[in-house]
């Protein structure tokens, strides 16, 4: 009864719908007015960013292990655990615009970091060390991933273990009209952890597949056998103010 007379409603059921309609506005404010942009995470602007994703930038082209910017674990402290970051489909449109399998992997070739359990890398002798090998890359389809590669067309080929050790990690999320969108709007997020905080700051893993991104939609990214994968978990609260 309260809150049917604080919702001015005329019964429980109009209360209730009214409720799953206050908290759709909340979802769509949150979503545009209260996300964090993505673009923010470096600061550093678009070409940094997109470079960065291509596996370029001093965050990936160092060989020994560098001193990780403060900025990522700042961000996974303060933003990515409590509040929406937007999916920068918009900011790294060659990357991660138009998504077709709903999907983002990532892979990598080199470690960075020793003494974390993740990878060869040895204390200042990183210079040919491997990530933790998860998968065989097969190959690469060099026109799938053309604004990242500047190649027109072609293939790369790894035959057998000719392409060494690899380490691939993707997410995916539901349909943007599913009842349940948490993922889909989430997605920005995850592409942060992924691919910031969990593999480069934790892991020190760095450095593209030959003519393929760093990470991408999974339809520019090279054909692997597997890929482990990051499944979201998100909780939402929604508080009602009266008065």
Known sequence: EVLVDLLYADDEGS????????????????????????????????????????????????????????????????????????????????????????????????DRQANDNNGNCADDDCKNADPADNTDICWVDLEDSSGSNHVENGFALF???????AHCHGFAWSDEEDPDTSSYRYRGNVLFYVSMYDHLSQRGYVREVPGAPMCACLEQMPAVSESDCTEMDITETYTFNVG
């Open 159 to 165: 035959e057998g273990d000719s392409e060494g050790d």
């Open 15 to 110: 209360a209730i719908e009214r409720v799953k309609e206050l908290c759709a506005l909340a979802i769509e404010s949150n979503s545009r007015v209260g996300a964090y942009p993505f673009a923010k995470i470096t600061d550093e602007g678009w070409q940094f960013d997109s470079n960065y994703y291509d596996g370029g930038t001093y965050l990936n082209e160092e060989y020994e292990p560098v001193e990780i910017p403060d900025f990522i674990d700042n961000v996974y402290d303060k933003v990515a655990q409590s509040q929406l970051i937007t999916f920068p489909s918009d900011h790294i449109e060659k990357n991660f615009d138009n998504c077709q399998a709903q999907s983002v992997m990532c892979c990598w070739v080199q």
